[in-house]
């Protein structure tokens, strides 16, 4: 098998018996060559097939023009919309993206980051994986001066920017809702309170229920990995508390879904014998019955101002290093779930 050469400027060059200067100044569309000569080189270097050599390029320039992105999970509706942001602004300042998936695997994700490292990404944007401990495997960007902001799932660090939304704000303000619908035995569904999302939520809706002076019961927390099926569960541990909760608060809308479904079908009555709110504000909170009140997250936002400020900051334009917090702002979306319960009695 006989591999084919790679065409260069040199040969372009060869076969218009023009020199060499004038070709990459014509591939670059530099106005010092005229119309006709450039038009002469872009179809002889279309017909040779002659591949611009953005590497070699880029060695020179020191730069790769190239953005890495780590998220725990590519089948989450609330990371795709954040790499959707992510992608609108890195494409208009024309940089590309590598995106990688942890699967939620700290182990997952520190081969994710050597292979950031090795492909010479110029900056990192990241969401950390549910089990990730430390962050060490990061420090090689610091040594070589890499920017990085994490993102949702953030870990407190000096080097880096945080962008994520108030999550113990947030979950303060469902938790109360639901309580001023009339509500007292308040079922919460998360995560294991390891990142910081999960445990801001936790400590919100503790928070709440202190204000109104009602008591934290540890057995109203249910842990889980906050999938559908999850929420199916939750829901038959639920039916066997005695008294009943009358209202059920989860740590996203996937969950919150599966347990609502799961009670229905068990003849549960919503909003009228047990409440709903969710977090995160997916399409399947406007698609199940009744429609679901959650936390509106926004993604594509967040996505957009991770990638805008990391750009800007390997322009020059700003740098990364004055903030180590930014703030998005998220909003209560009440809907059917939660309404029409009689209020507390006075």
Not at 100 to 122: G, H, L, P, Y
Not at 157 to 174: C, G, P, R, V
Request: aromatic share 6%; with cysteine; glycine share 4%.
């Amino acid at each position: 098998m006989t591999v084919r050469k790679e065409i260069t400027i040199y040969d372009l060059a060869r076969k218009l018996n023009i020199s060499i200067a004038t070709v990459s100044r014509a591939l670059k569309d530099d106005p010092v060559v005229s119309k006709k000569t450039k038009k002469r080189i872009a179809e002889l270097a279309e017909e040779m097939g002659y591949r611009s050599n953005n590497f070699a390029r880029n060695l020179r320039n020191q730069r790769t023009d190239t953005i890495g992105v780590i998220v725990p999970r590519l089948n989450s509706y609330f990371m795709s919309t954040v790499i959707a942001g992510i992608e609108n602004i890195a494409n208009s300042e024309g940089f590309n993206l590598i995106i990688s998936q942890s699967s939620e695997s700290a182990q997952k994700e520190i081969a994710s980051a050597k292979t950031m490292f090795n492909n010479r990404v110029d900056g990192l944007l990241v969401s950390l994986a549910y089990d990730t401990d430390d962050i060490t495997h990061f420090e090689p960007f610091i040594k070589k001066n890499i920017p990085l902001i994490f993102f949702d799932r953030v870990e407190e660090h000096k080097s880096f920017t945080n962008i994520l939304i108030n999550n113990k704000k947030a979950a303060y303000e469902a938790t109360s809702h639901l309580i001023e619908q009339g509500c007292k035995r308040i079922v919460y569904i998360t995560a294991t309170p390891k990142r910081n999302v999960y445990i801001d939520r936790l400590q919100g809706y503790k928070d709440a229920l202190a204000h109104h002076h009602l008591k934290f019961k540890n057995e109203y927390v249910l842990i889980s990995n906050l999938s559908q099926e999850a929420g199916a569960e939750a829901a038959t541990i639920i039916r066997q508390m005695k008294p009943l909760p009358d209202a059920v608060f989860v740590a996203n809308d996937n969950c919150a879904v599966g347990c609502m479904v799961a009670l229905k079908k068990a003849g549960i009555r919503i909003p009228e014998d047990i409440a709903f709110a969710g977090f995160n504000n997916d399409p399947v909170s406007t698609v199940v019955e009744p429609n679901l009140t959650t936390i509106n997250y926004p993604g594509y936002e967040m996505g957009q101002a991770a990638a805008r400020n990391l750009i800007n900051h390997l322009n020059g334009a700003s740098s990364i290093d004055s903030t180590n917090t930014i703030i998005l702002r998220s909003e209560l979306v009440i809907r059917e779930s939660s309404v029409g319960k009689k209020p507390p009695a006075s």
